[in-house]
C-alpha cells in the first residue's frame, strides 16, 4: 500500500494519455465518425515520437511528430471510409490490426528487436519542477513531477471546449450530427468537415501515444497503448461525445487504473480491476448504438449516401 502523493502522482500519469485521446474523439463522435482506430492511432503516435526523438535528439520534435502522424492516421481512416467506402467500424478494427503488425516490423527490421525496443538514454520531455511551490496544496501534489505534457493537455482540453462550444466550426461539426441535409443545404461539405473530425481525434490519440513513450521511460513495446484508446472511446460514449465531459470521465478511468496499481500492491486479485474498463467498453459501445437506434439516427455513417459528396 502506498501514501495519497504517489496515489495520486499515479492517476494523474494514468489519466492523462486517456483525457488527451478522449478530447480528440468526442469531436469525431460528435459528427457521428465513431473513431475505433484511436487505439492504432495512439500505437502510432508513440512509435513515431520515440523514433523521432531517438534521430532527431530532440524529445519536442517527436512529440510534434507523433501528433502529426495520429493526424495521418485519421485522414487514413476518412479515405478507407469515404473514398473506399468501408464501414467505418471495419475500417477501424482493420486499422489497429495493421498498425500493431507495422510497429512489430519495424522495430524487428530497424532496430534488431522483437517486441520492445528500449533505446540508450533517449530524449525525454521535461517534467515540472515547482521549486518551493512542490508543497502547494493541490497543485504541488497534482502538477509536481510531472511530465510537461501533463500541462499540454490540459491546454488541450481548454482548448477544445472553446472550440466546440465557442466556434463556429464547433456548430458545424454539431450539425453534421444532428442534421446533415441542413449542413448541405447550407453549402457545406459534410465529407471535409468529417474528415477534419478524424484528423483532431488522431491527433490528440498521438498525443497520448506520445505521452507513453516519452514523457517517462522512452521504451516503445508491442501493443503499448494497451486497450486505452479503447477506454477513451468509452469515455467519449459514456460522456455524450462532449469535449470536457468526456474528459472528466477519462480521469474516472485513470483513476481505476491507479486503483488497480494499489490493490495490486495489496495482494488482491488486480485482474478483475484491469479488466472493468474493457468491460465498460463494450457496454458502452452497446448502449450508444441502442440510444442511436431509438432515436433514429445512424450509430455510425454511411459513406456511400449520395448527400454526403
Do not use: K
Not at 160 to 185: K, P
Amino acid at each position: 500500500m502506498f501514501g495519497l502523493d504517489t496515489f495520486i502522482a499515479t492517476a494523474v500519469s494514468a489519466s492523462a494519455p486517456i483525457v488527451a485521446t478522449a478530447v480528440g474523439g468526442a469531436f469525431a463522435e460528435r459528427a457521428r465518425c465513431t473513431n475505433i482506430g484511436m487505439e492504432g492511432m495512439m500505437l502510432m503516435g508513440a512509435f513515431t515520437a520515440l523514433s523521432v526523438s531517438v534521430i532527431s535528439g530532440s524529445a519536442w520534435l517527436g512529440l510534434l511528430a507523433g501528433i502529426a502522424v495520429g493526424a495521418l492516421g485519421g485522414v487514413f481512416l476518412s479515405v478507407a471510409v469515404h473514398l473506399l467506402t468501408c464501414d467505418i467500424i471495419i475500417a477501424g478494427i482493420g486499422f489497429n490490426m495493421m498498425v500493431s503488425g507495422v510497429t512489430l516490423l519495424l522495430i524487428d527490421v530497424f532496430h534488431g528487436e522483437s517486441g520492445t525496443w528500449a533505446p540508450t538514454r533517449p530524449p525525454l520531455l521535461p517534467r515540472i519542477d515547482l521549486g518551493a511551490y512542490a508543497d502547494t496544496p493541490l497543485i504541488g501534489l497534482f502538477l509536481h513531477g510531472q511530465s510537461v505534457l501533463v500541462l499540454v493537455i490540459l491546454a488541450v482540453v481548454v482548448l477544445a471546449w472553446i472550440v466546440e462550444s465557442r466556434s463556429r466550426f464547433g456548430r458545424h461539426i454539431r450539425a453534421v450530427g444532428d442534421n446533415l441535409e441542413a449542413v448541405v443545404a447550407a453549402g457545406l461539405n459534410p465529407t471535409v468537415l468529417r474528415t477534419t473530425t478524424l484528423a483532431i481525434s488522431g491527433a490528440t490519440a498521438g498525443l497520448g501515444g506520445s505521452f507513453l513513450a516519452i514523457s517517462a521511460l522512452g521504451v516503445f513495446a508491442a501493443d503499448m497503448s494497451g486497450g486505452l484508446g479503447f477506454i477513451a472511446l468509452a469515455a467519449v460514449i459514456f460522456a455524450g461525445a462532449s469535449v470536457v465531459r468526456s474528459a472528466l470521465v477519462a480521469v474516472l478511468f485513470g483513476l481505476s487504473v491507479a486503483f488497480a496499481t494499489q490493490f495490486q500492491s495489496s495482494g488482491l486479485p488486480v485482474q478483475f480491476v484491469l479488466m472493468t474498463p474493457y468491460v465498460a467498453t463494450i457496454l458502452g459501445l452497446l448502449l450508444v448504438g441502442v440510444r442511436r437506434r431509438s432515436s433514429g439516427n445512424p450509430p455510425i455513417i454511411n459513406p456511400t449516401s449520395p448527400i454526403q459528396h
